[in-house]
């Protein structure tokens, strides 16, 4: 089994940046996608960004593009580092992942694995 655990959420005002850590615990293995995903009330849930293990493969949603850079770390460790943000980034953001030899579409069915989320609050 794996096991997904996040920290770094927090409250900033619009602009500041606040970073994201999801550290995996169990087996890993060579073939395994971690990503982030975010949902704010009274919304389904969105992916935000994800990244595969052994390649520099990434995926940003349209809606971080050049304010978000995901990182993974020896597989096991994913970052979201969060730049410039808005009030409309105010989510609980929980990181995700699933073994495959790619990274899947990201939908909440394609990712098996899920943390408890963070939240993460921005004010204008």
């Known amino acids: 089994q794996v096991q997904l655990v996040e920290s770094g959420g927090g409250s900033v005002q619009a602009g500041g940046s606040l970073r994201l850590s999801c550290e995996a615990y169990?087996?890993?293995?060579?073939?395994?996608?971690m990503g982030w995903f975010r949902q704010a009330p009274g919304k389904e849930r969105e992916g935000v960004a994800s990244?595969?293990?052994?390649?520099?493969?990434t995926y940003y949603a349209d809606f971080v593009k050049g304010r978000f850079t995901i990182a993974q770390d020896n597989a096991k460790n994913l970052y979201l580092q969060m730049n410039s943000l808005k009030p409309e980034d105010t989510a609980m953001y929980y990181c995700a992942a699933v073994f495959a030899v790619n990274c899947p579409v990201m939908t909440r069915s394609n990712y098996h694995y899920w943390g408890q989320g963070t939240k993460v609050t921005v004010s204008s």
């Open positions: 169990g087996y890993i293995g060579s073939y395994f996608c």
């Open positions: 990244s595969y293990s052994g390649s520099t493969s």
